[in-house]
């Protein structure tokens, strides 16, 4: 049930019937190459969903499910400008990846130093 929440629960005569609704995080979003790839296009201009689909060799539907998601995890937003849609990519929810990822970098990197440290104090008395 990771990542889910009850969004309904219907009772009939006998059983319940839960429905669960994924919840969405930027962590997932990322986690696709093609929603990666859809991120970076985005972040140098705002595109129409046609000119996103256009730069990828997969069918709209799957580029509509990709977009859905971004959109659902906050990555992107999508604005109406007469007849098209455009995405404009929002980098804030990258911010919790960030973070994320400057926590292992901080450890990682008094690691490495300590482990530098040692291997010249131990080059040095072999000297």
């Known amino acids: 049930m990771r990542n889910r ?33 859809i991120i970076g296009l985005i972040a140098h201009r705002s595109l129409n969903l046609n000119a996103v689909a256009d730069n990828f060799d997969i069918s709209r539907p799957a580029i509509s499910k990709h977009i859905k998601i971004l959109t659902e995890c906050g990555l992107l937003t999508i604005k109406q400008q007469g007849r098209d849609r455009y995405c404009t990519a929002n980098f804030k929810k990258l911010n919790e990846v960030s973070a994320w990822v400057d926590q292992y970098r901080k450890f990682w990197t008094e690691k490495l130093d300590a482990l530098g440290d040692f291997l010249e104090k131990e080059a040095g008395e072999t000297k």
Do not use: L, N
């Not at 219907?10 to 609704?21: A, D, G, K, L, N």
């Open 5 to 37: 929440s009850v969004s309904h629960i219907f009772v009939t005569e006998r059983f319940p019937i839960v429905c669960f609704m994924m919840r969405r995080d930027v962590f997932q979003a990322i986690a696709d190459p093609t929603r990666r790839d």
